[in-house]
């Protein structure tokens, strides 16, 4: 209870005294040169405060005096005033160093008391070193000093070394006879961190007030050991588009690593270079500059490996897909009719399998192949395209097919590799309808008889039909006479147009009203006729 009054008391005289400050409840009895019944120095000793060292004492004085610290080189190092109130009294040791130190007091000049104590000095040592590791980097060294001498010392700096690399610090840290303290080495100036495996022999280096210390710690490092924790590929069908994966280092050195995915012994795609601490994970995003790392040739298994490497190793991880073999559905197929012509086909196709496949795709009409109705084309896994196929000739009356009327059923085709698939639609068509507007004859009275050659028809014919007029000849009746007269060129009509038609019967008829029948023939069979009255004159 007295030792903890002295430290309060210590307390509130050494604020307001930065060199001496007086102690309270002491009354040790006298040891020094003077009178018993005047000014006197007693118990010096060794005290701290606010982690510095005191050389305190013990003091009586009835009216103010002054106190000396005559230093080991026989000078005085330190003086100051004693209030007759106070009883304890002690002076900074900044630097203390073996030998003699000397508590004067004086009045007026004259020494009235003085007490004398010896010190050897101090004796530090290192008794622990304990190095902590962050992964490969050293996050801290623990020292802890010891001083088994009489007197306190002061350490002022410390450094670690290893592998080349140091760190310091600056503790300023006292410690006291008989007495030990623990302060910490951190890299407040310079790191240390290793970057290969082997054991590692750091060094320490303490500076105190009396002595240079060493001490020593070793740790081994395996190197970087990675591993592939985690793949998270993402397919479109059997094509692999990109994928993540991540890599965690299991060592206790940092790894410089980059991700792939490779097939066999064949990268197919790869990353750049990322840092990957000890205990520590990264996730790389796998991409191709095309769009899809690996597109699959055929179906069933495939087999890919994720791969991590580094100088020190690499690993490799694999993974599966079941791919599909490729299969063909037509989605939707429209046959595109102008006036009875079939111009174009519009189809979609869906690959439901998970392989590219090539296909042909071809038109029929009444179960007959259309000419130039089919294309070649590849569809990929999974995909779903439209296509079509279009009249690949030229002019108004170009087309897949012509309507000469009646039902027409079109079928697409797709062969593939796999079985054929087929889609139909058909549509109903009235046929061709040919109106005759007007007709001018042309014939000529023969002299010899009464009768008249009928020599030259223009007719404006009219398709009133949904389907498109073709016909290659015309075949004329009147009054049981006929004949057939051949085209240079094959007329088309569209449904609603008109042409005009100069035909050269080479009839002899007699002349007079009759009854002209005008047929209308494509490939011998007739597509459309029309009745019509004429005048042959005489």
């Not at 005085?76 to 002690?90: M, N, R, S, Y």
């Not at 040791?93 to 000095?121: F, H």
């Not at 087999?303 to 939707?332: C, K, M, W, Y």
């Not at 038609?501 to 007699?510: G, I, K, Q």
Request: net charge negative.
């Amino acid at each position: 209870m007295q030792a903890d009054a002295d430290t309060r008391r210590l307390a509130v005289a050494f604020s307001a005294l930065l060199i001496l400050a007086p102690l309270a409840g002491c009354t040790a009895a006298l040891d020094a040169t003077g009178l018993d019944s005047g000014p006197a120095v007693s118990d010096v000793r060794l005290e701290e405060y606010d982690d510095r060292p005191l050389l305190a004492f013990n003091y009586s004085v009835d009216d103010y005096s002054d106190a000396l610290l005559e230093g080991p080189s026989g000078q005085v190092i330190q003086e100051t005033k004693l209030e007759p109130d106070q009883e304890v009294a002690a002076f900074s040791l900044a630097d203390p160093r073996p030998g003699n130190y000397t508590v004067i007091l004086q009045k007026g000049g004259e020494t009235k008391s003085k007490k004398t104590v010896s010190y050897e000095g101090a004796s530090p040592t290192i008794t622990t070193t304990e190095a902590t590791w962050s992964g490969d980097t050293l996050q801290r060294v623990s020292v802890t000093v010891s001083n088994d001498g009489d007197l306190p010392v002061q350490i002022s700096e410390a450094v670690v070394s290893a592998r080349g690399s140091e760190m310091q610090s600056s503790p300023y840290v006292w410690v006291m006879p008989g007495e030990a303290e623990t302060f910490s080495i951190t890299p407040s100036y310079g790191e240390v961190s290793i970057d290969s495996a082997g054991e590692v022999r750091g060094s320490v280096s303490v500076t105190t007030s009396a002595d240079e210390l060493s001490s020593s710690f070793t740790k081994t490092f395996e190197g970087p050991d990675l591993a592939i924790t985690d793949i998270a590929p993402v397919w479109d069908g059997g094509s692999l588009e990109s994928a993540w994966v991540t890599v965690e280092n299991q060592g206790d050195l940092t790894a410089t690593a980059w991700a792939g995915i490779q097939s066999g012994d064949e990268v197919l795609a790869s990353t750049y270079n990322e840092s990957i601490s000890p205990g520590h994970s990264v996730q790389y995003e796998i991409t191709h500059y095309s769009g899809t790392i690996y597109e699959p040739k055929t179906s069933g298994e495939i087999q890919l490996q994720a791969i991590a490497n580094s100088p020190s190793g690499f690993t490799t991880h694999e993974f599966t897909r079941e791919v599909a073999s490729a299969s063909l559905s037509v989605d939707s197929f429209t046959p595109v009719w102008e006036n009875g012509r079939l111009t174009s086909a519009k189809f979609t196709v869906s690959n439901n399998g998970d392989v590219a496949t090539d296909f042909s795709a071809s038109l029929m009409v009444n179960g007959q192949e259309v000419k130039g109705g089919s294309t070649s084309q590849s569809l990929a896994g999974g995909a779903t395209e439209e296509y079509e196929i279009v009249d690949a000739g030229w002019g108004a009356s170009s087309a897949l097919f012509i309507s000469d009327g009646g039902k027409e059923t079109v079928t697409l085709e797709l062969t593939s590799a796999g079985n054929p698939v087929t889609a139909s639609s058909s549509q109903e068509f009235g046929g061709p309808d040919a109106q005759i507007n007007s007709v001018d004859v042309t014939a000529f009275g023969n002299y010899d008889s009464d009768t008249s050659d009928l020599s030259g028809l223009r007719l404006e014919v009219q398709n009133t039909g949904d389907s498109m007029l073709v016909y290659d000849s015309v075949r004329y009746e009147i009054d049981g006479v006929s004949s057939t007269e051949s085209l240079s060129f094959e007329s088309k009509i569209k449904p609603g147009a008109s042409t005009t038609e100069y035909l050269y019967p080479d009839l002899t008829v007699t002349p007079g009203d009759h009854q002209l029948t005008i047929k209308f023939v494509r490939d011998g069979e007739v597509a459309d006729s029309e009745t019509v009255e004429v005048t042959i004159s005489e």
